[in-house]
């Protein structure tokens, strides 16, 4: 299926399908002009639920919502009040906006079936307000004569609106907001979204805030919805209560799943399945909802990434292929993308030299006590060894310090500054970066952009800038790019660097986690046993690799079962049992000290 891609992919097929696009009303019947046009209102539509769902991983039963909030709004300011299309199009937008914002308050809280209720209950929500608002809204009436391009009253800058003039309007905003949406994705923001969707503790430990995602994502989302329903007003002419109903939300889902969720292509091959299909099944216009049934389910079975994963069609994350175009383009005309910042080599490990304190720890479990006063410090620049046998606490401490639970009693501070109970994206923002016992990545992004994900801290560009593809956030992402290869260097994983990460074997996918922390510029680098399951060719490289962040001057603690890899890196080592430190010192006193042999190196030596 890769030629699929490649047809694509190829400027030429792009500018004949855009062609065709635009000359289209040339040979069309008025019919299929207004099924196109509905085709663009359903692609952004089908992308607002993408952006939310598809990539935050945010599962929406009432974007219906958002779309009837951006057509009743349109249509009453543009009635009662005589505001312009383009007026009424941004307040329609704005005001979705601030209900999606809204509603990700009480939405980031939840998750999973209680996500789908209450996103659920919103939709019903605003379907109710609709039907008895009626003062407002014209109740189970609905709205008529709305200003529309059928009726030759809409007009935009004065000129009125024909059909062939609206279907221009609309393919334009189309283009526009599926160029923006590529360009965001494929930026750091989009990489944060699928980080989020995948794990938000993952996404934490690399200074992501989830909670941020979660309200860009309502945000943005709802305004797209509402643009698209605003857009759906004025092509009908008349909307009511029931263009809105749950039906409509389960319509928008179906059309992103179809389609194929977190990549760009997929729901607009979703939302033209939906417009194009149902209208030749006119006849079966009463099982509709049937039909939509059974398609969920056959997508499921049959293509659980929708038409764009059937004909192998990927989104890139990152903005690699657009730079290496720009830089084709502009390498005689101006070499402003081309540019690298002089600073660089140093800037990939700026050292702060900063102290990991732990004082007097304590942390229970529901009357079980899993960190009993323990106290342990760190200087910058070492490798800190912490065992124990199973249970000991050495992960409830690394998930302490990194804040994935809050401390019972006892203080933590890095570099003189207290973290203790910070959130953990602010911890990583100190310079705190952690691995998991199990890899962590997104499974579903190349070794290259999960890398990338790694440095997510390090980006400054806005979001505008990101989703106009503006120089400057160019060359950040070359940059950015540019020390991804360093470190997949080190890292011995440049020859995976384009491959999916969830194809990958398992040692490899602990080295992109490993390499990806890396990236993060840590000052301190908790790594929870990364040796676990990598063969011996493979536990070299990662010694390898521990030994040189240590020599760049980054902290590490290390929590591992294998001793022989211990020794070899270590400065000192903290051993713990059952929640206390039983020793403290350096490895040489803890092979020989009697309370560590009989609670851990007697059982290893045993077993
Ligand atoms: N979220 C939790 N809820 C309840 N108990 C927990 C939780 N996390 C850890 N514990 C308990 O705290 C104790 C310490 O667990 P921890 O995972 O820190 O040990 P460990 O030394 O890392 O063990 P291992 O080597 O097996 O990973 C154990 O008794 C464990 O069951």
């Known amino acids: 299926m890769k030629h699929v891609m490649r047809i694509l992919d190829n400027p030429i097929s792009k500018i004949v399908i855009l062609l065709l696009l635009v000359i289209a009303p040339l040979f069309v019947s008025q019919n299929l002009l207004q099924l196109l046009i509905f085709w663009g209102i359903f692609i952004i539509l089908a992308q607002s639920i993408n952006i939310l769902t598809g990539f935050a991983g945010q599962l929406s039963l009432g974007h219906a919502a958002f779309y009837a909030i951006g057509a009743y709004t349109s249509a009453i300011l543009m009635m009662k009040f005589g505001l312009p299309l383009f007026i009424t199009i941004i307040i329609s937008m704005v005001l979705s906006a601030i209900v999606g914002f809204i509603l990700s308050f009480p939405a980031g809280r939840v998750k999973e079936f209680y996500l789908a209720m209450m996103t659920l209950g919103f939709g019903f929500l605003v379907h109710e307000i609709i039907r008895e608002w009626a003062s407002v809204t014209g109740g189970v009436m609905g709205i008529s004569g709305i200003n529309s391009p059928k009726f030759g009253t809409l007009t935009i800058f004065g000129i009125s609106v024909n059909l062939v003039a609206y279907y221009w309007f609309v393919l334009a905003i189309t283009l526009v907001i599926v160029w923006l949406l590529r360009n965001f994705v494929q930026s750091y923001f989009g990489r944060s979204f699928l980080a989020v969707h995948q794990s938000e503790l993952a996404a934490s430990s690399i200074g992501i805030s989830p909670r941020f995602v979660k309200q860009l994502a309502y945000t943005v ?59 030749q099944l006119q006849l079966f216009a009463e099982y509709q909802l049937m039909i939509y049934g059974l398609l969920l389910v056959f997508s499921f079975l049959i293509i659980p990434k929708g038409f764009a994963g059937l004909l192998g069609l990927r989104t890139d994350m990152e903005k690699g292929k657009t730079i290496q175009k720009l830089t084709k383009i502009k390498s005689k005309a101006d070499q402003s993308i081309q540019g690298e910042s002089p600073d660089q080599e140093q800037r990939l490990f700026n050292i702060l030299n900063k102290k990991l304190v732990v004082d ?8 079980l006590r899993a960190l009993d006063q323990t106290s342990l410090g760190l200087q910058p620049g070492t490798i800190l060894g912490l065992i124990g046998p199973n249970g000991s606490g050495k992960s409830t401490l690394v998930n302490l310090i990194s804040g994935v639970y809050p401390v019972t009693e006892g203080k933590i501070s890095f570099g003189g500054k207290e973290i203790t109970n910070l959130p953990s994206h602010l911890i990583a923002r100190e310079g705190i970066i952690r691995t998991f016992q199990d890899p962590n990545n997104v499974p579903n992004m190349t070794v290259k952009e999960n890398l990338l994900l790694g440095s997510q801290l390090l980006f400054k560009s806005n979001i505008v800038s990101c989703s106009i593809n503006s120089k400057s956030s160019l060359l950040e992402e070359k940059q950015m790019i540019e020390k991804v290869y360093k ?27 490993v390499a990806r922390a890396i990236l993060a510029e840590p000052q ?18 990662l010694v390898r690799m521990i030994r040189y962040v240590k020599e760049k001057g980054i902290s590490v603690i290390l929590i591992d079962h294998h001793i022989d890899f211990l020794v070899k890196l270590v400065d000192t080592v903290v051993v713990l049992d059952s929640g206390k430190v039983i020793y403290s010192g350096d490895v040489e006193g803890m092979q020989s000290n009697k309370q560590v042999i009989e609670a851990y190196l007697g059982v290893e030596n045993n077993a």
């Open 524 to 541: 301190l680098l908790m790594l929870d046993e990364p040796a676990a399951g990598l063969s011996e060719e493979e536990m070299d490289e």
């Open 487 to 513: 470190v997949m260097e080190l890292c011995n994983l440049k020859e995976y660097a384009d491959e999916q990460v969830e194809n990958l074997p398992y040692g490899i996918q602990r080295m992109v986690e």
């Open 221 to 279: 989302s709802a305004a797209m919805a509402g643009l698209a329903g605003a857009l759906y007003a004025h092509l009908m002419g008349y909307i009511g209560p029931e263009s809105f109903e749950m039906m409509k939300s389960i319509e928008i889902l179906v059309m992103g799943i179809l389609g194929g969720f977190g990549t760009i292509i997929g729901p607009i091959l979703g939302a033209a399945f939906l417009t194009f299909i149902p209208s």
């Open 360 to 367: 007097n720890l304590v942390k229970d479990f529901q009357g």
